[in-house]
């Protein structure tokens, strides 16, 4: 038998430790930044809890207040007082949610055909569409106001959804998307084995663009839970009111009840914060992947 020497063993590899580039390493004055940068975003939500829990006197108290106070609760029941807040949230979430689904789906359609497909006049088209983002929202207020009250459906949630059932700017966003993200080669081979454009856009380009169409879909949810101008003009009785609508029923006395009014904005904030934190990882991660071609 072969004696086998302490020589022929060969010695443990130890991972080699990468050095770190210095300008991926943290310094003190990021982590600074960073505390600074949250204190200053939480700062303002937490100042509308101390002033709906301490009351009015909050506004205006030297020092200022700084801890919570007991009438939380009963600020709360004030807001319900005066508005049924559930009834509006409700509605905000419906229309919402209609809103981000239309959009996503839309949107997704006519940036595959932008993107993709070969017809007569696209590159006008997609200028055409740009060019409306230029344009200030406000202008279409008047005329689509006319438009709604010769369909009948001023103050009735209708009146939100259709007119933000796509915008120029989910178009272009899921253009960009799909010419960045899904390869010619692909389409290509999925029309060599029979597909035909419903199905090339079914099968092949959504799935690649879901994580992307998620975050479009988000950001309308948003827009709309946080849109004030329009609802406020079209929308009358309270029944149909929307969150921001009812807000501003909590101010219709002569000496405004700050701390109710503070009170009905964490209401209609809460649900917005609660998304975030559910969803704030896949919406970074599908912004990071729109920013990435290939």
């Known amino acids: 038998m072969t004696q086998v020497t302490a020589n022929a063993i060969?010695?443990?590899?130890?991972?080699?430790?990468?050095?770190?580039?210095?300008?991926?390493?943290?310094?003190?004055?990021?982590?600074?930044?960073?505390?600074?940068?949250?204190?200053?975003?939480?700062?303002?939500?937490?100042?509308m809890y101390i002033i709906a829990s301490v009351g009015d006197k909050a506004v205006a108290s030297i020092p200022p207040e700084i801890?919570?106070?007991?009438?939380?609760?009963?600020?709360?029941?004030?807001?319900?007082?005066?508005v049924d807040m559930n009834i509006a949230l409700i509605n905000t979430f419906i229309?919402?949610?209609?809103?981000?689904?239309?959009?996503?789906?839309?949107s997704a359609i006519s940036g595959f055909a932008f993107a993709k497909l070969n017809f007569k006049g696209r590159k006008f088209m997609v200028l055409f569409v740009i060019g409306t983002m230029m344009l200030p929202s406000q202008l279409g207020i008047i005329p689509l106001f006319m438009l709604m009250a010769k369909l009948e459906w001023v103050d009735t949630l209708t009146a939100l959804i259709v007119p933000a059932l796509v915008t120029a700017f989910g178009v272009f966003w899921m253009r960009?998307?799909?010419?960045?993200?899904?390869?010619n080669e692909l389409l290509e081979a999925a029309s060599i084995d029979g597909a035909g454009v419903v199905r090339v856009f079914r099968s092949v380009v959504m799935p690649i663009i879901l994580q992307s169409g998620f975050v479009?879909?988000?950001?309308?949810?948003?827009?709309?839970?946080?849109?004030?101008?329009?609802?406020?003009?079209?929308?009358?009785?309270?029944?149909?009111?929307?969150?921001?609508?009812?807000?501003t029923q909590l101010n219709r006395s002569y000496?405004?009840?700050?701390?109710?009014?503070?009170?009905?904005?964490?209401?209609?904030?809460?649900?917005?914060?609660?998304?975030?934190?559910?969803?704030?990882?896949?919406?970074?991660?599908?912004?990071?992947?729109?920013?990435?071609?290939?």
């Open 67 to 82: 801890l919570p106070g007991p009438i939380f609760l009963e600020s709360v029941a004030k807001v319900y007082e005066n």
């Open 95 to 106: 229309v919402g949610l209609v809103v981000a689904f239309a959009q996503v789906m839309l």
């Open 10 to 47: 060969s010695p443990v590899q130890r991972p080699v430790k990468r050095k770190v580039p210095r300008w991926r390493k943290a310094s003190p004055w990021s982590y600074a930044i960073l505390v600074l940068s949250t204190f200053l975003s939480a700062f303002p939500f937490y100042w």
């Open 216 to 247: 479009l879909g988000l950001f309308s949810f948003l827009a709309t839970w946080n849109d004030f101008l329009w609802p406020q003009l079209i929308l009358k009785t309270a029944p149909n009111f929307t969150a921001q609508v009812a807000l």
């Open 176 to 183: 960009q998307i799909i010419d960045a993200q899904v390869p």
């Open 255 to 294: 000496a405004p009840d700050y701390a109710t009014m503070m009170a009905g904005a964490i209401l209609i904030t809460a649900p917005l914060i609660v998304l975030f934190i559910l969803v704030g990882r896949r919406l970074v991660t599908g912004v990071m992947d729109g920013a990435v071609k290939g």
